[in-house]
């Protein structure tokens, strides 16, 4: 069975610009968690969708926001791009709000110059 | 709000020896994670330890779970070369995997 699919794979933006991922569930999950990971800063979360609503937010600014489709897809977007946004971008998806393992997609590495 | 200490941040290892990998969380999380990467890719699902006491094997690898103690432990036995690998523990305040709390990770090298 397919695994989550996350597009583009690779990015790189200009600073200032903005930018939209996009993550695909594995078919039957309706939760999706986003994850920005860094040297820096290791692994953080980002947010969570489960059914088109935000159920949890980390601690990043509001330039970052998602969204969730009535497919269970979802798409971050970061806006007024700065050089420290530049990460690998991994979203998780779960079966349900019950269930206790999450499956990663591949990643985008987004670089912003 | 949950923290996740793992330790040693970098290890090498000789193939055929043992060790561990230690965990630590701060507060309660019955449910903790763990995950390898590899370089430049994704993570993958390793163990997922639900209650106290629990242990899980598969391979050369063992994890095990002491929330009294709130410790976990990954234990890789006669490491292989095809081990070296970066492993992250998470824990989860949740109880649903909707928002992991990472460590640092554990890069382990493992040598000839």
């Known amino acids: 069975k397919a695994g989550v699919t996350q597009t583009p794979r690779y990015l790189i933006k200009t600073r200032g610009q903005q930018v939209t991922l996009s993550c695909s569930p594995i078919?039957?999950?309706?939760?999706v968690s986003w994850y920005q990971q860094t040297p820096g800063q290791g692994l953080q979360f980002l947010f969570e969708y489960f059914s088109e609503t935000q159920r949890n937010k980390g601690n990043f600014p509001g330039r970052f926001s998602g969204r969730q489709f009535s497919n269970s897809r979802s798409e971050m977007n970061v806006s007024t791009l700065e050089l420290g946004d530049s990460a690998l971008y991994l979203c998780?998806?779960?079966?349900?709000?019950?269930?206790?393992?999450?499956?990663f997609g591949q990643g985008t590495r987004l670089t912003v110059v | 709000e949950l923290k996740v200490e793992q330790n040693p941040l970098f290890l090498s290892m000789q193939e055929g020896k043992n060790y561990t990998i230690y965990c630590n969380y701060s507060?309660?999380?019955?449910?903790l994670y763990w995950y390898r990467q590899d370089p430049g890719k994704s993570l993958e699902s390793l163990f997922v330890l639900l209650s106290n006491g629990a242990v899980k094997q598969e391979g050369r690898l063992m994890a095990s779970l002491d929330t009294k103690a709130r410790l976990s432990t990954l234990h890789i036995t006669a490491a292989v070369h095809d081990l070296s690998a970066t492993y992250f523990c998470?824990?989860?305040?949740?109880?649903?995997?909707?928002?992991?709390?990472f460590g640092t990770g554990t890069r382990l090298q493992v040598t000839l």
């Open positions: 078919s039957g999950h309706r939760s």
């Open positions: 998470a824990g989860d305040d949740t109880g649903t995997a909707s928002k992991l709390t």
């Open positions: 507060t309660t999380s019955d449910r």
């Open positions: 998780a998806s779960r079966r349900g709000l019950e269930v206790t393992e999450a499956f």
